[in-house]
Structure formats: C-alpha cells, structure tokens
C-alpha cells in the first residue's frame, strides 16, 4: 500500500514527506476513521456523557429548575433516598416487574424462534405478524391496550365468550394493574428477542443435530443439551438487554395508569419524571433516584454476565 | 458554583434587560395610547381541548385586528402545560403571554418568573375592582398580582331528569333526599351517583363539615381532623354502604360526565363544563342541576380558575398587558360565557342575560359565593396526591377512614417541610 503513495509523496513537501514516513495511507485512513465516528462521538460527549456527568453533579445539590441558587448537599439527596417511602415502592414494583418480564419474554421469545426455526407451513407469515408488535410505539400500543383491559373492552368481551362474566377495571386495580403491564410489555418486546434468537439458531451447524438424531435423542433433549447452551451468548445478551429495558419502564405505566392506583404501577422512572416536571425543588432527588437505577441496571447486567457463562465450543 | 455564578450572571442580564425595558417606559419614548404599541408576543394557551383551543384562537385573531401594530403567535400546549412551562423558564425561553393556573402561580411567582401586572394595570387602565374578588387573590404574593383571572368555574349537582322522572322523583333539595334518590336509581349496571377517588370533588364535602386542608398559615396539613373523616366517611357511604355509588371507570366512563352522558350514573358532581359537552356529546339526555345542598356545617363548592399573565422576562410588557386585558375583558368573557365552558370573572358580566335566564348557568354563578378556591400553595400537587391515595385507598376498601387520612396528612407534612 505504501508503494502507491510513495511516488506522490516524493512530489510533494518535506513536511508531507516526514507524514509519509510515519505511514502514509495508514495516517489517511486513520483520518477517515475518525471522520467516520466523529459525528457519533460528538454525539456522545455532547448528549450522554456530559449529560450524564451533569446529572451526578446535580444529585449533590438541592437543585430547582427555577431557582438561581442551588446549594451543595453532599448525600443528602441520596440519604434520604433509603426513607423515602415512594422510591422503596417505586423499587418494589420495577424489580418485580423486571423478573417476571425478563423470565416471560425470554421464554416467550426462545419458543417462538423455535417454533420459526422448524419447517412449519406459512413460517414468513407468522414471522411477519409475530414481529408486528415490536414495530408500533408502545405509545401506540398502550392506547390500544386501554380499550383491551377497559371493563367492557375486548379482554373482558373474550372472557364472556369462554363464559367467564366479569367486568373488572383491570387498570384501576391495585392487584391487576402491574400484571396487566407486565403482559403488555412481554407482548410488545419478545419478537424483537425472537430476532436475536432466530438468527443465532441459523448459526448453530446442523451436523450437531445429526449426530444426536444417530445417537437417538428426543427432541426436548436436542432443545435442552444442545440448543439452550449454544444459545448462552445470545441468551446473556436477551436477558441483559431485558433487564435494561424492564428497569427503565416508564411510557406504558405513563399513559396507562400513570403509576397508579395507589402507586400500584409506580416505576422509578415514573418516580423520576414526577420528581423532576411536578414536584418543583426535587431535581437533585430525582438525579439521585437515576443514578441509583444506572447503578443497579449495571450491577444486575455483570451478575447475568457471571451467571451465564459466554464461553461457547462448538 | 458555576451554577450560582451562571445564574447570577443570567439575573444580571435580566435585570439589565428589565431595566431597559422600564427606563423606555418611563422616558415617553414609550408608547402612552394604546395604538402606538407594538412588539410580538408569544402566547401559551392549553389546548387539551380542541373547542376551548379554538375559541382562544379567535379571540387572539380579535386582538390583532383590534390591535394591528400587535402581533401574537399562539402556542397551544395540549397536555402536561406546567411541565412544559416550567422547562421553557428554565432554559430561559418561555413564552411572553401565558396561562397561569394555580398551579404555575404556585411556582413560577415565588421564583420572580412572573411579571408583576400592577403598575401596567394602573397605566393601561385595569381595575382590580372589575373582577370577583375571589378570584383575584390566588394570583397574589406580597401585595403583588401576577395574573388577571380570566375565568372560573364551580362545582353543582348535576341529575338525569329522565331518570327521576321516571322513578317518580322529585329534584333533591338536601343530601338525604339525594341519598334515598341514589339508592332508588342504583340498578343493574347503573348507578345512582358516580363520586370519583378526586380531592377537586370530595374537598367541597370536606369545607362543607368544616374541615380544611390546610392549617391557617399554610404550613401544615390537618385534613385529618374529626371534622374531615366524618366527609370522608359521608362521601365515601354512597359506595360501600349503600352501593349507589362507583368510580367513573368501574362504570366504564373516563370521568363522571361521561358516566352522567353514558347514563351510567344518574347524578354526578361537576362543573360548567359538562354543559357544552353534554351538548356536543350527548345531546339527547335531559338533565337538571342544583347548587350543593348545605352540609351539616355550611354552604360548600370548590372553586377552580385560571388567568392570564405575562413573563417577568417579556421585552413586551405593554404589549402584553393590553393582551392579558383583552383577554380577561368584556367582550372576550362575554364570548367565553355563551361558549358555555366557563363562567365570568367580571362583575359586570354577573347580569348578563346568558346567565340569569339559564337556571344551569345561574346555579353556577351563584355557587361562587360560598365556594373556596380550590389551591394549596406551591406543594399543592403532593397535597393532592395524598388526598387522592387516601380516597382512592378508601373507596377500594384498601384502608379505614382514620388511617387513610392520617397517612395522607404524613405525606403531605413530609412535602410541606421539604422532604
């Protein structure tokens, strides 16, 4: 590579001669790489990380969006975290939502690869209809859910027709309402997983499945002595990617119940918003509130890394 | 630190700008006579309702003909406007003209975001006397006015005629009689009153048994008294004791008007605007109204209003005060009061023929002399939230009337004193 630019070089300036010595079209094409990334890590610096580093410095302050002044509190904001009644309730309802969803959805979405992964008739249908959910904003689809989880709505007009008569609000309850989430979201997010796992099972070799077909094995056996553990790198990152987004649930709950009733649905991003647009002085609360939940979303991501192990031998 | 030295740096700018403004003002280089003004001003309305957002449209199109050197581009807000409000004050960048609700007073004016509208009141000729002193006060602090109400509305008892009629009943005069009447309406899936789990209706039980939300200096919360629980336990007896009540949503309705529409509920307690919505939605159900029965203490109705003020950062202030005065002067509200979405805030208005000759209407009218209005103070929205979780736990059996209460006054002492 260098021969093609040394002719061109020599024609040229010292200075660029000296350029040409320390590796001519590497320096160019490390020139372009960072013109290629540049716009992403602008990006970056501008609004996560400074947005970010801006947020812990707010979590030491009493900090109002309206006021001139706003003091250093050391801990206090996040002290106070560990009394405050909301962010406890608020952390209960995310962490049992986060279990149930990724447990459900990772299922979910590993029986539907399969099932898409097998030579069923009309399988690109299905994959289309299946994906569908994924594709709507949840903004979307949690206004439809609305009328399916309204007392005369369509849940309760197919339970009438199995012969169940009920007319119960499924989001006015104090026991219903998570759960009705819950679904909503598990709903909405396992195809997108379904995606991930499909592609990996195209990955794993057939040969495998031949072998173990010799050998005699039932197809529940090839599912769980084959598939599941070559599935684990893809499995951490559905579990992990699950986690994230199950912790930082916050459109559904905000349109549909808006945390209620009695702080039924609170999540703590819901928590956060309110902290931060409704209650006026509670900027430096709500910045700790966040930081907490990045912490904990982090932590949780590593103890799934450790607990599904990543190393994979074919 | 850098906070404090930018924001020191922003008042100096401001006062800066402020000063310059003034001293244009005053030097008769400003405008004196009403035509001469100019400038264009940024005006926020909530448009959460497409009918309201429209009249508000016609009326600032008024303006501009009136006032031609004067351009007004409006900005309709269609939900959540104090958490947009709030954002644009804080990244310096909120509109001129605005809506100021309770609750936006409640924070914006401690903080000096609004303009203080006396001075320009006496210069451009606006009296406080011109409005129903009640309605003035919740945009005072400290002997200032931050906003000129614009309009209000009330709380009275709405009921089915149809329904009563053919249960052979007569309009209620007291509480017991419309107890008995909910009672006898209650059937199948149709109630015969729908009281939602909301402190903006059950707070009017509260005055009426002569509690209060908050002590007299605003500093603590006492709606835990003897007082209070007797309201809660009234209110509340409709649904448990004698199931003649249900929320709106258990009735399959998005709030008690639409139950009322739906015929869901054949009583509900609310506002002036269940009139234009009744007509637009439901035109076919025949309803009466009667002002809130007297409760065992006194004569009780919230009061809900909203005004227009302007920007304490505005480089238009005349301009915006002979906005804020169009809109909350005669030929706006008169226009407002035959829309039917809310009552007059002038007193001159109280005769007008829209009011005296539609007994709905009137009932509303004169409901504002025994009602308190209905705000608490710049912590105001977790005061409601723990009215809200201390009915709501009620009315789902979640909790007794003591304890709800007693937890909701903690939790509202908590936000009171900064936690």
């Given at each position: 590579m260098a021969v093609s630019v040394a002719p061109k070089a020599s024609a040229a300036t010292a200075k660029v001669n000296r350029r040409s010595k320390g590796g001519g079209m590497a320096i160019a094409q490390r020139r372009a790489g960072l013109l290629f990334v540049t716009p992403y890590i602008l990006f970056f610096l501008l609004l996560q990380l400074a947005a970010f580093a801006f947020a812990i410095w707010v979590s030491f302050?009493?900090?109002?969006?309206?006021?001139?002044?706003?003091?250093?509190?050391?801990?206090?904001n996040y002290a106070r975290l560990t009394v405050n009644e909301d962010f406890l309730i608020a952390l209960r309802n995310t962490t049992e939502y986060a279990v149930v969803v990724v447990i459900l959805q990772t299922a979910f979405a590993l029986l539907l690869a399969v099932l898409l992964?097998?030579?069923?008739?009309?399988?690109?249908?299905?994959r289309t209809t299946w994906y569908t959910p994924s594709v709507a904003s949840s903004v979307v689809i949690s206004m439809i859910f609305l009328y399916v989880y309204h007392p005369t709505?369509?849940?309760?007009s197919i339970l009438g027709l199995v012969g169940i008569h009920t007319t119960e609000a499924y989001l006015q309850s104090t026991t219903w309402a998570l759960p009705a989430i819950m679904f909503l979201n598990v709903w909405t997010t396992a195809p997108t997983f379904m995606l991930m796992f499909l592609a990996a099972l195209q990955d794993i070799p057939k040969e495998i499945y031949e072998a173990s077909s010799v050998d005699g094995a039932s197809a529940a056996r090839k599912l769980f002595s084959i598939t599941i553990p070559l599935l684990r790198p893809i499995i951490f990152l559905v579990v992990s990617l699950g986690i994230i987004g199950a912790f930082q649930i916050f459109d559904q709950a905000f349109i549909m119940t808006k945390g209620g009733p009695l702080k039924a649905t609170l999540t703590v991003a819901l928590l956060i918003y309110d902290n931060?647009?409704?209650?006026?002085?509670?900027?430096?609360?709500?910045?700790?509130?966040?930081?907490?939940?990045?912490?904990?979303?982090?932590?949780?991501?590593?103890?799934?890394?450790?607990?599904?192990?990543t190393k994979i031998e074919y | 630190m850098r906070s404090m030295r930018l924001g020191l740096a922003l008042a100096a700018v401001g006062s800066v700008l402020l000063a310059a403004c003034g001293g244009g003002n005053n030097a008769g280089g400003g405008a004196t006579n009403e035509a001469d003004v100019t400038g264009t001003i940024r005006a926020a309305n909530w448009g959460g309702n497409p009918t309201e957002n429209s009249l508000v449209k016609k009326y600032e199109a008024d303006f501009m003909a009136k006032y031609p050197k004067i351009k007004v581009t409006q900005e309709e807000i269609p939900d959540h406007f104090e958490d947009k409000i709030k954002t644009e004050m804080s990244a310096n960048n909120e509109p001129d003209a605005m809506y100021v609700s309770t609750a936006l007073m409640n924070f914006a004016a401690p903080n000096g975001r609004l303009l203080d509208l006396n001075p320009l009141m006496s210069k451009w000729g606006v009296s406080a006397d011109e409005f129903i002193p009640t309605l003035m006060t919740p945009w005072q602090l400290s002997g200032k006015q931050y906003a000129l109400?614009?309009?209000?509305?009330?709380?009275?008892?709405f009921y089915n005629k149809s329904m009563f009629t053919a249960a052979g009943l007569q309009a209620p005069t007291s509480w017991d009689d419309i107890k008995s009447a909910a009672k006898t309406l209650t059937k199948g899936s149709v109630k015969g009153l729908s009281l939602p789990a909301d402190a903006a209706r059950f707070d009017a039980f509260l005055f009426g048994y002569g509690g209060q939300v908050l002590s007299s200096d605003k500093n603590k919360a006492v709606f835990n008294d003897q007082k209070s629980q007797?309201?809660?336990?009234?209110y509340s007896s409709f649904q448990l004791q004698d199931k003649s009540s249900d929320l709106p949503d258990k009735l399959g309705a998005t709030w008690p008007?639409?139950?009322?529409?739906?015929?869901?509920?054949?009583?509900v307690i609310e506002g002036g605007w269940l009139i234009p919505y009744m007509h637009d939605t439901y035109p076919s159900v025949s309803y009466g109204s009667i002002k809130l029965p007297k409760f065992p203490v006194k004569e009780s109705s919230l009061?809900?209003?909203?005004?227009?003020?302007?920007?304490?950062?505005?480089?238009?202030q005349d301009a915006c005060m002979l906005f804020v005065k169009y809109m909350t002067g005669k030929v706006v509200q008169q226009q407002v009061l035959q829309s039917g979405f809310a009552l007059p805030s002038r007193k001159d208005l109280g005769t007008d023929p829209a009011i005296t000759s539609n007994p709905d209407v009137k009932n509303l009218f004169d409901s504002a002399s025994f009602a308190t209005a209905w705000t608490f103070g710049p912590h105001e929205s977790k005061i409601n939230d723990a009215q809200n979780n201390a009915i709501q736990s009620v009315l789902l059996g979640k909790s007794d009337v003591k304890s709800a209460l007693d937890k909701a006054v903690a939790d509202a002492n908590s936000a009171l004193s900064g936690g």
């Open positions: 302050h009493h900090y109002d969006l309206l006021a001139l002044d706003n003091p250093f509190v050391g801990l206090r992964n097998s030579k069923i008739k009309g399988r690109n249908f299905f709505g369509l849940l309760n931060l647009f409704v209650d006026t002085g509670a900027v430096g609360v709500a910045c700790a509130e966040a930081i907490v939940l990045g912490i904990i979303i982090f932590a949780l991501t590593l103890i799934s890394r450790r607990v599904i192990d | 109400p614009k309009d209000f509305g009330d709380l009275v008892l007797d309201a809660l336990t009234f008007g639409d139950a009322f529409g739906k015929q869901k509920a054949a009583m009061l809900f209003t909203n005004g227009w003020g302007c920007s304490a950062k505005t480089k238009n």
